[in-house]
């Protein structure tokens, strides 16, 4: 596939066209304040990106519920006290020629005892000091996933990105490890699953007919079957209440060991599904053009950047002209990563990723 692919346009059942392949994947960064309110860092950082002509922008991770933080500074969007800041960030892709979308998070039993006195999620684990939700409170937070996606609409986002990645909230509802629950969301997996397909139901059902939903998954540990989380994408193409399919990949190349697809690629057992409408693209360790358009080839529509670009925003804009181009090899300086629009709080965050930032 020539690089030129990487630059034509990509549409989408809903909602505008993607200009290019390349999307910035969703990024934790620290820079919100304590209340879950945008900074001046966030609305910095995202016009680096859009101006650097990301196709489509994603917000970091924003928690939907207080219960549900996970990282410092996290964005919020469970209270109408964000929309201000949210608006001012949809402007800014807009403006900046990107489409625009908030990532939709709660972490469930993972949330960080910094922030919440006791973790929720489906089922309680004693010893990890987990609450298990009751029926209720499931059906009260699918409906808080559901606000925010509205929330998001409110503050003019394009769309939104459910997160079901990592072992958060849905990742725990669809795991048998963690979701010991005997109710109508426990059990045979399309019980566990039910809270995920209930949150995409929801939103299609009450945000306006071009609003953009995507749903991210990964397929590795926190107890999921590899054969589930197939099924599980299966689903979300076949009834295409979504609009694209983001998998969440540590390695695009990454050969699985999991029967029954042993040998083959992780990429590969969801690029051979159906997929309708619904366009499907993956992140995970691609830093260079080549890689990108090898994503392609494997049977991506688009690709996901992250390393590659905190190393540089402006990756697509470069690409597009240099077709050997790649960000500078890792470790970088603060003071590399300050130029590229990265806040004293975004680097204290890639300190913890290692070999990212340079030693002093």
Known sequence: MP??????????????????????????????NPDGTITEHEETWLRRCAAGGFSMV???????????????????????????????ISTIIRENGGISSVQLHHGGGRTSPEFVTQPVGP???????????????????????????????????DGVEVHSAFGWIFMQFLSP???????????????RSRFLFEV???????????????????????GVALSDMQLVAARAMREEQID??????????????????????LLSVFTHLPRSSVRLGASGHIMTV?????????????????KAAILDPDFPRRAEIEVNYRPPSLPVTDSYLQQSGLSDRFIEYMRTWPGFVASD
């Open 3 to 32: 690089v030129q692919d990487l630059f034509k346009p990509l549409t989408l059942k809903r909602g505008p066209a993607l200009k290019n392949r390349i999307l910035l994947a969703p990024l934790t960064n620290w820079q919100s």
């Open 58 to 88: 994603m917000t970091c991770a924003a928690h939907v519920h207080p219960l549900g933080k996970t990282f410092p500074g996290q964005m919020g969007i469970f209270s109408d006290k964000h929309l201000g800041g949210l608006r001012k």
């Open 123 to 157: 089922t309680a684990i004693p010893a990890s000091g987990v609450r298990g939700l009751s029926l209720e409170e499931v059906e009260k937070l699918r409906d808080d996933f559901i606000r925010a996606a509205q929330r998001a609409e409110r503050a003019g986002f």
């Open 177 to 191: 490890v963690y979701n010991r629950r005997t109710d109508r969301y426990g059990g045979c997996l399309d019980n």
């Open 200 to 222: 995409i139901d929801g939103i299609r059902a009450v945000c306006r007919p071009d609003f953009q939903i995507g749903l991210r998954i990964s397929m590795e540990r926190y």
């Open 244 to 265: 694209y399919l983001d998998l969440a990949l540590w390695d695009y190349r990454k050969v699985t060991q999991e029967s029954p697809f042993a040998g083959r690629t």
């Open 290 to 306: 080549e890689q990108a358009v090898e994503a392609l080839d494997a049977g991506c529509d688009f690709i996901m950047l992250g």
